[in-house]
């Protein structure tokens, strides 16, 4: 009895936990496919979808950390967020990456040795969010197989310059713009520190790189244009640049010396995504200046919050396709458009998926920007707008449910909390401001908005399995609450302490926040945080699981399941595992696609608000799996600068 009660809780420790302490290690299958990653969604359209099988759903419990390299911390400036949450890429047998701050970086992929690094040493003065996803890899053909620059790593920075870099030495390339370097203000006329950034990964297409750049919210009205332009791979000559000017208004006048753009247009923050063979680049748009009154735009939201088709050749506009008419919501299109091929009764149809902020997923014909599932306009709220605002008065939903992934509108009566004590107090928040549904109108009172600034969605976008068609989306679900403040107000608050975002030259400042109960906790109903896959083909719902507990935003045992905030995106392996990271309690999991159970999980020592990608490079080797452990001060995730590679031991 003494030899048998002891072997029989190891089987019954095996059999709760599956394959574990006592498990052999799984025999690596070495006869599977080889990959790299080579752009920053994985291909150039942004499925971040892998055809490598080496890892499964059988034996990804075995996964363990394979190397760690530690690409350097980032000190805060003042009330900026230092973050780490780049997807590196592959290129020439090389991984590469960069941190908050453009430190670009140069690793061997199955060691995580440091083979070169640079730091472009920005201006990051009035940066909010220091932070870069990813940098790009081009190919000069001007330049002979071998030479030197003939591969380029090509990046922004946060104080607005183009680096090219040789892919092999990390040397600037002297051919490109000024010594390698390229002054992205040029053209914008007046200017200010901090007020625009690269962050995104340029696309690189028709032998062109192409940028687009973030542009301070809500700071003030006269800021610089948002455009998109290309420049030549090898000299840094501008090829073209599309500003978002609305048809009819390109000759507007320009305000100030060296302006060669009309100032104030929608940018485009999110990465790009390009098809080569349309020879497109598809661009989500932000918002006109000020993010939440457009009494004043003078029409330049025409593109705002649009996904928009450019010709690589040209930038002239080939389509373009609006999620929000006259946005006041700041529901700018977060994350990359993502370019797959879609079987339908009427044959293969080019698509194109755009997740967005408010929780719409529109699937378009990429050729046409056309609709593939049906899109209705449906009335939304009007009551409650300030004087001077001229609403829409209906807004672009998917016509089928499955693609819509925000929870229901909220309620007085379903307002959470883990006591009737704090679940009072939401009640009395949610009381406190108007609340009509999806696009409740701004006004000086305060509106509840649901989803967030935040958004359903953010830069994480999407994934897609090109195989089984299935789209995989990480989803948060939390309100705010949002408050216009007049003019006169605005001065008097900010010095009474109280943070007002100021919109010079707008009738209105703004202050908004998250609409937490008194302990801390997300005022609607669980979850907070979902994982939702969907059938492409069948435009059905295949699952839905809450995504991430309360740990490490919460003291044991109040850990729960319930769903958290997330920040970052997914990868899919031919295999059927989809790996992310994103949640707020520093976990790092693998799902099965078929059926949306966790598979693996493991601690991670930083908030992973990163998308991850996978490699194996050699016919004898092994796949890695890796993501940036940044963490997100915003998001209260632990903050660190490591890059850890996971893979079956050897």
Known sequence: MAILLPVALIGAAMHVYGQGWFTPNPRIDLAGPIAGWNHWGGDAGGTRYSPLTQVTPENVWALKPAWTYHIGMIKALGQSSPTFEATPIIAENRLYTCSGVTRIVSLDPESGREIWAFDPKSDNFSTYQLNCRGVTYVRDPAVAAGAPCAGRIVAGTLDMRLIALDAATGRLCASFGAGGILDLRQGLGKYERGDMAVSSPPVFIDNKIVVNARVIDNVRVDVPAGAIRAFDVHSGKLAWAWNAVPPGMESASKTHPGESLVRATPNSWAPMSADPALNMIYVPMGNAAPDHFGGERRGLDHYSSSVVALDASTGKVR????????????????????????????????????????????????????????????PVPQAGAVPGEQLSSTQPFPANPAFIVRAKDLTEEAMYGFTPYDRGKCRDLFRSANY??????????????????????????????????????????????????????????????????PGTG?????????????????????????????????????????????????????WLKTGVPNLGGSVITASGLVFIGAATDNYFRAFDIRTGKIVWQARLPGGGQATPMTYRLRKNGRQFVVIAAGGHKYLGTRQNDALIAYALPE
């Open 319 to 378: 389509w373009h396709f609006q999620t929000v008419h006259h946005d006041l919501w700041d529901y700018d299109l977060p994350s990359q458009p993502v370019a797959f091929d879609l079987p339908t009764a009427m044959g293969v149809v080019p698509a194109l998926a755009q997740a967005t902020k408010q929780g719409h997923i529109f699937i378009l014909d990429r050729r046409n920007g056309k609709p593939v599932f049906p899109v209705v306009e449906r």
């Open 436 to 501: 009509q549904g999806l696009f409740t109108p701004p006004s000086t009172r305060g509106w509840i908005q649901f989803p967030s600034f935040m958004g359903a969605t953010n830069w994480g976008g999407v994934s897609i399995d090109p195989h089984r068609n299935i789209l995989i989306v990480n989803t948060t679900q939390a309100a705010a609450l949002m408050k216009l403040v007049p003019r006169a107000q605005v001065a008097q608050l900010q010095k009474a302490g109280q943070p007002v975002l």
């Open 506 to 558: 707008s009738p209105y400042g703004l202050t908004m926040g998250p609409m937490l109960s008194p302990f801390g906790a997300p005022c609607n109903r669980t979850p907070w945080g979902s994982l939702i896959a969907i059938d492409l083909k069948a435009g059905k719902r295949l699952w839905e699981v809450p995504f991430g507990t309360t740990r490490d935003q919460a003291p044991f045992p109040i």
